[in-house]
């Protein structure tokens, strides 16, 4: 399909959209299952989200749950949640059970206590306990992320025990890649970890505990943070979870740990327009409510930035061409604001920049601000004497901007520094804090220079 | 150190950096060296960066290689390419073979071209030779991200070949973990893979192309994309890179896609502020320049949105409270539609959005649209007939709000989709295209609304 250009491959998807829905509604599962096979498990999912909730629960229950829970997987933890609360407890227990057990715990906290208690007491005894003890801890943490199953000998096992167990089991092998066979005692305890180096040097009736040698393990409340300096510090491509006993619970890969930062940086990244995990298939009262949450304290604001655009009324009246470039100043400063907001955000999450650096980054600020601030002065200031062909207009607004982006840049560089040290999280206050300030201050500075200079103005 | 509290630790932070100072200045070698072990090669980044130029290049030639290595290692590859350029060219070279091979190849493309050729010129032959061949393919492509030094052996070797190389030495088999085994033939080209399972299961004499299995591979040119896409799958750990003859040219890791995806992912939620790959340790005119490339184009936006404000002038005169009520309505109408840009940015990122989806999600929007311009629409007309004790001008700015409100979220919503559809990137553009659009109907709104309603207004 890979081939075939951008349009006839939009016009095939969604054919089959129509196709995957009328066999929805004839209830044929035959044609479902071969529509689903047909496409990525992704595609699967975009095409659920797009149905009616009925419509949705009617194909969950007549695909395999093998299929089902392929395309479950490609969801965000809400989402999942949401698709299978919505089921009879019976399909959603067997889904569930298909699902990679770190996927069960993530849905299991999302879900309604209820429901999932519904759910687990239907599900295979052995894996809801499992999902039990996994969804306990944060998602984020090494509680969170681990894989229950480790791949661990007793310390009466040999070496020819491990090899046996890698040549016997395929997919018990698979699931444990990147894991070192780990020894624990006769309680559970981990006493040591063998290389593959020493595997394969050794023979096969010598015991484990011969060759192995002290493991390094993390708690299961290890931050991702924590465990992302571990793996950066250390080649391994797995780390043993245990508890305050010391006995293995777990183990948390590499990889999951790379994967579980991308995802973070992709939601933080969204942070700043104050969406959090909204999706489109949500109910629309839920998403309103969610996104009126934070545009009515959004109100607040500018009902502050604009009383001092009411305090200056008269000057307004009397110069009614400054109410054109009231909003132009401040929503530059705005940009070069955020800009210096930007910068930042980089250099703290490369850790080029830290809390203390507030006047270093003041004075980099500081430097560049003047440059832009009359390069963008002499530029709007232009603008508007051409424009309303009053020198002194033009002379108003540039000084304005000039002087208002040296205060955007400044505080834009310097806010994500202060709020990281008072331990907010600067990537959904600092827009919010920068863009009240810089409108108070522009509109503020246009309005007093236009005062000031009300004789020229108006002369 | 990570038990002290924040303060001390800052303080802490600080000494260390004057002693640093102080250390570089009398050129006391002995005393960086002690300093910059003391400290994290990511903190000893920091303080490099903070520094004046010459005394980084200073300090850079003092210290060991490995030191400065370990410490370039941690900076992004434009800020890297900067600290090596400036140093002496043996310094430079010494520095630069002790970097992880795709890091060279990385700083190497940042690099002015005579400094790079002069710098490879002197460094060690095989390494620069692996460097030039790294360096000729976008760093986010399969032939940008391997690594060159694949575990492979000859289709004439033997189980015991293999099993000897990985017990003999002990560097070049930390390198490769996660790599199988892959058979060339005496051109190079790639015939096979050897699993860990076969391995183990076989006798030692057994010859490798007996038991060898056919191994996937891609071409050099291959994205980013792609390659995740293959990772997610397939269980493989690295999966061999060929030329357009077969030849085995490297490997590419699951672990190196993983982490390239996180920092591109970081990355994209910067360009939002279009500061690019700015770092404060930049000069500042290349620094001001970068910044105002955009803001310059940013002015012309403002200017047309403002010339709707121009159009009613006679409008604004009359009723100078409206001058008030511009800005916010523009402003709350254009977080709003950030909100809709945020949720089709994340559901794209997802996959559970495509560009043809441009209906639905329209649909989608408008109806948390209708509630949350009523909900502004009546707040902020309570706020403006209170503010200024005139019903009509409440009725004005909240109709206005309203109707913004619904305009902002339908283009907010469809406006990433359809810049996708045209392949645009979304995170850069969908910003300044929504908010030129929400201002300009923002102003004529409540412009045209307050005309209608003069009479009113001023009775």
Same mark, same amino acid.
């Given at each position: 399909m890979s081939d075939l250009p951008a349009k006839e491959k939009d016009e095939l998807i969604e054919s089959l959209g129509d196709s995957l829905q009328e066999a929805v509604d004839a209830s044929d599962e035959q044609q479902v299952t071969e529509i689903v096979e047909s496409i990525s498990s992704q595609e699967a999912l975009r095409q659920a989200s797009l149905m009616k909730a009925d419509d949705r629960e009617q194909m969950m229950s007549i695909m395999t749950p093998e299929l089902a829970a392929e395309m479950v997987e490609e969801a965000p933890a809400n989402l999942a949640a949401t698709m299978i609360e919505g089921l009879e407890t019976s399909v959603a227990a067997k889904i569930m059970e298909e699902l990679h057990p770190a996927t069960q715990a993530d849905i299991v906290q999302e879900m309604d206590k209820d429901n999932a208690e519904a759910i687990l007491s239907v599900m295979d005894s052995e894996t809801a306990a499992d999902v039990r003890s996994l969804s306990q801890? #944060? +998602?984020?943490s090494a509680g969170g992320l =681990? @894989?229950? @199953?480790?791949?661990s000998f007793f310390n #009466? @096992?040999?070496v020819n025990d491990v090899v046996k167990s890698m040549l016997s089991d395929d997919e018990e092998f698979e699931r444990h890649r990147g894991q070192h066979p780990y020894v624990v005692d006769e309680s559970g305890r981990l006493v040591g970890v063998v290389s593959l180096r020493s595997l394969l040097r050794s023979?096969?009736?010598? +015991? $484990?505990v011969d060759i192995m040698s002290p493991a390094i393990s993390v708690s299961p409340q290890t931050s991702m943070n924590e465990l992302a300096v571990l793996f950066d510090e250390n080649p391994f491509l797995g780390i043993p979870v245990v508890d305050d006993r010391g006995i293995l619970l777990g183990v948390v890969s590499r990889i999951e740990i790379a994967e579980a930062e991308q995802e973070r940086a992709e939601l933080d990244s969204l942070s700043r327009q104050q969406v959090? #995990? @909204? $999706?489109?298939? =949500?109910p629309t009262l839920l998403r309103s409510k969610r996104r009126l949450a934070w545009l009515s304290s959004n109100i607040v604001l500018n009902i502050i930035a604009a009383s001092v655009i009411s305090a200056y009324e008269e000057t307004l009246a009397a110069v009614i061409a400054i109410a054109i470039f009231l909003p132009m100043v401040s929503d530059m400063s705005g940009c070069s604001g955020n800009q210096a907001v930007g910068v930042s955000m980089r250099e703290l999450a490369l850790g080029l920049?830290?809390?203390? #650096?507030v006047f270093h980054v003041l004075r980099k600020e500081l430097s560049v601000g003047i440059i832009n601030g009359i390069v963008l002065g002499i530029l709007i200031g232009i603008v508007a004497w051409l424009w309303k062909d009053n020198a002194y207009l033009g002379l108003v607004i540039g000084l304005a901007l000039s002087v208002n982006t040296l205060i955007a840049v400044s505080i834009g560089g310097t806010v994500p520094l202060l709020l990281k040290r008072f331990g907010v999280d600067p990537a959904v206050a600092s827009g919010p804090l920068l863009t009240t300030v810089t409108d108070m201050a522009g509109f503020f500075l246009v309005l007093s220079l236009a005062s000031l200079f009300m004789p020229q103005l108006l002369g």
């Open positions: 801890y #944060d +998602p984020d =681990m @894989e229950l @199953e480790a791949f #009466d @096992e040999k023979r096969r009736a010598v +015991p $484990l959090g #995990d @909204e $999706l489109r298939s =949500m920049t830290r809390p203390v #650096d």
